[in-house]
């Protein structure tokens, strides 16, 4: 546990003091009594069992100033807790090589196998899209809650040529923040796309004012980039990673296919794609998420399972004041009342 105001701890020291001046105060209340003459008086007045009973109050409201100075110095713990992540952009590869099939059956029904698998073990509260990238990069199915849509989308992918990764992250972006007048230009071939902008009767939104934020700290969205190459067009895509970062958005990405390459054909040409494990790797750095790779279509599975429960829970460090303030103050109401309950009187 740490905490954010530590200066403040020092005032524990007073809980001692408060000890001894209670011992003091016992001490003085003993001499009071000694002068009766008939002791058994007293004990009777104050009843068989009252000496323990005594010291309970006390001791609660004791605890309870200890819980409410640790709560001034702002605790903080590492907790597991519920994602806060609504919306799930998946980025996905449909570019020529995605027909190879050192992933069986090939790459592109592995991943397309493993997303459909990934839909399913997410909470019906968060919402799904799709983008799909090759030379270009198009929404195919905008953030929905209907995994049902989800799947018509995924299954209809079309193989294209070229592979533009800045490209699907730009517009996972643009699909994310659809008021923020992210230019498409580079990434469509066209000026920003009604459906990836959220533009009106044909109006583009206009771009607000942009502040960077902190790496990671967007917990309303995310992207799940999968892609099996480089990237041969479009926006850098380190660049687009960057775009991402100063949004506080994550991007995890997930590489397909093998370390070493395969060579493809396809109507008369020939082609050897090798998987670009630094650029995906330095996305997600850059962006405070995790890259993944998987090398065949059990490890894909496995990549979107651990997926499903990173976007689900997370540990991280929280402020817990709230929690030792309330537990001061119950302890402070159950020293009252069992002081009210005992002998009449609060304390």
């Known amino acids: 546990m740490n905490f954010l105001w530590p200066s403040l701890l020092w005032t524990l020291l007073l809980l001692p003091l408060l000890v001894l001046l209670y011992l003091w105060l016992l001490r003085r209340r003993k001499q009071a009594v000694l002068p ?49 992540e609504q919306t799930i952009i998946l980025a996905m590869d449909v570019s020529g090589s995605m027909r190879a099939a050192d992933v069986q059956p090939t790459r592109l ?13 997410l909470p019906r509260d968060v919402r799904v899209g799709v983008v799909a990238f090759a030379g270009t990069a198009a929404v195919v199915q905008a953030p929905t809650f209907s995994r049902e849509d989800v799947v018509a989308a995924i299954d209809r992918f079309q193989l294209q040529r070229a592979t533009a990764i800045g490209s699907g992250i730009v517009l996972s972006l643009a699909t994310i923040f659809p008021d923020a007048g992210i230019d498409l230009s580079q990434v469509t071939g066209q000026r920003p796309m009604p459906q990836a902008l959220g533009e009106n009767n044909g ?17 309303s969205a995310a992207v799940i980039l999968l892609t099996d190459g480089q990237r041969t067009t479009g926006p850098d895509p380190v660049e687009s990673a960057r775009m991402a970062a100063e949004r506080g958005v994550r991007v995890y990405t997930v590489g397909i296919g093998t ?22 790797k330095t996305i997600a750095d850059l962006t405070r998420a995790e890259y993944f790779y998987a090398g065949t279509a059990a490890d894909l599975k496995k990549v979107y399972e651990t997926l499903s429960s990173r976007l ?36």
């Not at 395969?262 to 109507?267: C, K, L």
């Not at 020939?270 to 494990?277: F, G, H, K, P, T």
Request: avoid cysteine; charge should be neutral.
């Open 312 to 347: 689900v829970m997370e540990k991280k460090e929280t402020e817990i004041t709230a929690l030792f303030a309330a537990l001061g103050a119950a302890l402070a109401l159950a020293a009252a009342a069992l002081s009210l309950w005992w002998f009449g009187r609060v304390m």
């Open 109 to 121: 029904a592995a991943a397309q196998n493993a997303a459909k698998a990934f839909l399913t073990d």
């Open 259 to 280: 370390k070493e390459g395969d060579t493809i054909g396809f109507e008369g040409w020939s082609m050897r794609v090798r998987l670009d494990e630094e650029t995906l």
């Open 203 to 219: 109006n583009e939104a206009k771009p607000r004012d942009f502040k960077p934020v902190e790496p990671g700290s967007y917990a």
């Open 36 to 84: 009766y003459a008939d002791l058994g008086l007293v004990k009777q007045a104050l009843g068989r069992g009252s000496a323990w009973k005594r010291h309970v109050p006390p001791l609660l409201l004791l605890v309870s100033l200890a819980a409410l100075l640790l709560a001034s110095a702002r605790p903080t713990a590492v907790m597991t807790l519920p994602l806060a």
